[in-house]
């Protein structure tokens, strides 16, 4: 190792220095101050190694990353689980409502609408809609009922079909409580 260069750093010294001007390490051949040009100008300090850092924009992007991907999986993880529903408050909880017609009248036979939940004594409209081919005469139901226990059930009827397509509305009085299908019958 060539004199006045710190064995330790790398850093340059001036002549007849014994110890580094950078680190403080002990010298091994210091350059005699003779031995040097009165020229002497000391050298710019050796680079060293910085500890690498993280800009701030980057960190926060990251943390709202995070954020984003949080909020995501907790969301997507309540429709994934969702929660029963609350008896005490809609204790009418109807599966489906399957629609009955020995006659077929206006094609409801077999029709099924989604289930619901309701309070006790709760008002439910179901809209049923009827299609009716081009030329085909108009259908019309005359009646309808329920055998479902504790459910009553209302429409302007009769009903005739005036179009193509045509809809009635059905309001459903819930009971008390119930857990199952609801019934109707038209004719």
């Known amino acids: 190792m060539a004199a006045g260069i710190c064995p330790q750093c790398g850093g340059p010294n001036p002549p007849g220095a014994t110890v580094c001007q950078w680190c403080a390490a002990a010298l091994e051949h ?3 101050s003779a031995a040097v040009s009165s020229g002497y100008r000391p050298l710019d300090p050796p680079e060293l190694d910085q500890p690498h850092s993280i800009p701030v ?3 926060a992007g990251l943390v ?3 954020i984003v991907g ?7 993880a309540s429709f994934s689980n969702p929660s029963p529903p609350d008896t005490a408050v809609d204790p009418v909880l109807v599966s489906e409502v399957v629609a009955y017609s020995g006659d077929d009248a206006c094609s409801l036979n077999g029709n099924v609408h989604p289930g619901f939940h309701a309070p006790a004594g709760g008002l439910v409209s179901l809209e049923y809609t009827v299609y009716r081919a081009p030329g085909q ?3 019309t139901v005359y009646s309808m009922s329920t055998d479902t226990p504790g459910f009553t059930v209302h429409a302007q009827l009769p009903f005739s079909s005036s179009g193509e397509v045509s809809g009635f509305e059905v309001t459903v009085v819930t ?3 119930y857990d199952g299908p609801l019934n109707l019958t038209f004719s």
């Not at 949080?70 to 997507?76: E, F, G, R, S, Y």
């Open 70 to 76: 949080i909020i995501v999986v907790a969301v997507l």
């Open 175 to 177: 009971p008390n409580s």
């Open 137 to 139: 005469a108009p259908c």
């Open 57 to 59: 924009p980057v960190i």
């Open 30 to 32: 210091p350059i005699p």
């Open 64 to 66: 709202l990353v995070a």
